[in-house]
């Protein structure tokens, strides 16, 4: 795939164009495709109407769109596309703890929470080397809980930076979800915004931030997996916003 790059001084051209389907979903379209045309050709309505409108859902969940991502190494971006349910203080997985990890003390985790349409391809928060990856099965509980982050199918990553900054990250399977792919493993060097999983179908991803970071988005706030700055490294100012 090119590469293009964009700067703030407005040269060059952006055209819109419609997202391509991610290769994972092409089979899951084939499917319900095949499906809907099996009901039309035996003329039953009302079922080919509705299973031509899944095909367009599947379609539709497994896009893949193109991302700009701003390139400043004090940028941790969005690894999600969604809503921004949870900010708080805890203690980092134990999997992303100890020797060369988070360490031991509470971190500001920030939860984005991806619907059944949001684009569920994710992205890495910042660039670096895949020092750990770990997956753990478990329960399928609403994403939208808490809890999620300990009982649930996840997959955790670690991203180390060349300056030693350390980022982490968990994919969370949600009541809808049952299956979380990686794009990458340990050892991987990844950049900032690069693909490195996704999730089906409906589901949530964490962040925890480096210690004395506060997080750039507030409660409530959508973001956009690869373009939303959800933190600047060492920034320790809080934001505030409104709903409007």
């Not at 095949?34 to 379609?59: K, N, R, S, Y």
């Not at 809808?176 to 991987?188: L, N, P």
């Not at 956009?224 to 505030?240: D, F, P, S």
Request: hydrophobic share 45%; no cysteine.
């Amino acid at each position: 795939m090119a590469i293009e790059k964009y700067s703030n001084k407005g040269l060059g051209e952006a055209k819109w164009a419609f997202p391509p389907i991610h290769p994972e979903g092409r089979k899951f379209a084939v499917i319900a495709g095949l499906v809907t045309a099996f009901f039309a050709v035996m003329a039953w309505e009302t079922l080919a109407w509705p299973m031509a409108g899944i095909t367009i859902w599947v379609l539709a969940f497994f896009r893949d769109p193109k991302r700009v991502t701003p390139l400043d190494e004090k940028y941790i971006v969005a690894p999600a596309d969604g809503l921004v349910n949870l900010i708080m203080p805890v203690k980092p997985p134990v999997e992303l703890q100890g020797e060369g990890g988070l360490g031991n003390e509470e971190l500001i985790r920030v939860s984005i929470f991806m619907s059944v349409f949001d684009v569920h391809i994710n992205r890495t928060p910042i660039e670096g080397t895949v020092r750990r990856q770990a997956y753990i099965s478990g329960k399928f509980l609403n994403a939208d809980l808490d809890k999620a982050s300990e009982e649930n199918e996840r997959q955790h990553f670690l991203v180390e930076r060349n300056d030693g900054l350390k980022v982490g990250f968990t994919q969370i399977a949600g009541l809808v979800a049952r299956r979380i792919m990686s794009f990458v493993k340990e050892g991987d060097f990844v950049a900032v915004g690069q693909r490195i999983g996704l999730i089906r179908f409906g589901s949530r991803v964490d962040v925890y931030l480096p210690k004395g970071t506060e997080p750039n988005v507030v409660l409530g706030q959508r973001t956009i997996a690869g373009e939303t700055v959800i933190a600047v490294t060492g920034q320790m100012k809080e934001i505030e916003g409104v709903g409007q």
